[in-house]
């Protein structure tokens, strides 16, 4: 059987977007998004909140520093990756984050913002 690895998140950022460079040039973005999950469990309301970091390439990079913003709702389709790295103490670190194959730019109400250079799929 194959493999599949295919993530969507609608979400807020919870922080303005940070942009770097590879040393071969390469934009890189980078912001977290709170991922929210509401329910009711005995009569009463619950929610839930995972904060995913997103990751970016790109131009489409370059374009989320642009235009979002802490507070910014996106609609982000990916691929899951795990980073992993050892502290200077020596002991093992690993956190999963979304690599993003295509982010959407949402307006207030939801709605995907219909302009093509706000709608990044690469």
């Known amino acids: ?32 998004l709170a991922v929210h999950h509401r329910y009711r469990l005995n009569d009463e309301n619950k929610e839930e909140v995972c904060y995913i970091d997103i990751v970016v390439f790109g131009k489409a990079g370059e374009r989320s520093k642009s235009f979002l913003k802490k507070g910014s709702q996106v609609l982000v389709d990916g691929r899951l990756t795990q980073k992993r790295w050892e502290t200077a103490e020596g002991k093992p670190r690993s956190k999963h984050e979304v690599v993003a194959a295509t982010v959407q730019f949402l307006d207030k109400n939801g709605a995907i913002v219909s302009e093509p250079e706000k709608n990044m799929h690469f």
């Open 1 to 32: 059987m194959g493999e599949y690895n295919k993530v969507i998140l609608l979400g807020n950022l919870t922080r303005d977007p940070d942009l770097r460079y590879t040393p071969t040039g390469t934009p890189i973005c980078e912001f977290p």
